[in-house]
């Protein structure tokens, strides 16, 4: 059974530095991986998505990175502004015909102006 | 505006009583998905549907029912048997296939009193 995993839980860093948020998935049969963000008490903003195919998407200051291999991707957020403060979510689909989204439980960044 | 709207943002339930949130989207999406989010715990699939009367139970179905009589629709209804039904609810659709993004309505919360 697919279990993603995203580590660390919570994190807060000080305005303007990169940081890197981490996923890992148990089962390297995937069709893609998404990066969602969601503000408190809100729906979920689909950020990247990388194909099993791909080794990295970018759009903006993010971008993410795969590596079906060893089940890991990573989301870096480049020159963080407190407007970033949110929880970001890593999701997988699996095989098959469907659109299953298997869920990480979510990191929660707060950056401090 | 197109979008995916859940109504009502709050929802509450006494005991022994059936409550049904709504989901509708405007994005001409074949598929539409309902999520249960808990505290500290990523999104888990309850049901989803590919096609109008036609829909399959996700990974924590028990105590809960939908329909697709509308491709535009997909109601949840949480039933008396669901013992812990305190949780916020995410509708989603997308386009049929793995490669499709699902995009997200703002959520209902739903609690006991």
């Known amino acids: 059974k697919q279990e993603v995993t995203q580590i660390p839980a919570a994190l807060s860093v000080p305005e303007g530095e990169n940081l890197v948020l981490n996923c890992s998935f148990t089962d390297s049969a995937i069709y893609n991986l998404q990066w969602f963000r969601q503000d408190p008490g809100k729906g979920l903003t689909s950020l990247l998505l990388i194909q099993s195919s791909q080794r990295e998407q970018t759009s903006g200051r993010l971008n993410a990175s795969l590596d079906k291999s060893s089940g890991r991707s990573t989301l870096y957020i480049a020159a963080s502004q407190p407007g970033d403060s949110a929880t970001y979510l890593c999701?997988?689909?699996?095989?098959?015909?469907?659109?299953?989204?298997?869920f990480g439980t979510g990191t929660l960044l707060a950056v401090q102006p | 505006d197109g979008g995916i709207t859940q109504s009502p943002k709050y929802l509450f339930r006494k005991e022994g009583q059936n409550v049904t949130l709504s989901c509708e989207q405007n994005?001409?999406?074949?598929?539409m998905y309902w999520y249960r989010q808990d505290p500290g715990q990523g999104l888990r699939l309850i049901y989803y549907s590919q096609i109008v009367n036609d829909f399959q139970k996700g990974d924590i179905a028990e105590g809960y029912s939908v329909s697709r009589e509308k491709k535009e629709s997909f109601p949840l209804t949480v039933t008396s048997a669901q013992k812990n039904p305190t949780a916020f609810y995410l509708c989603a659709s997308s386009m049929i296939g793995a490669k499709n993004i699902q995009y997200f309505g703002a959520g209902t919360r739903l609690s006991v009193l």
């Open positions: 994005l001409n999406h074949d598929a």
């Open positions: 999701a997988v689909t699996g095989g098959g015909a469907t659109n299953k989204l298997i």
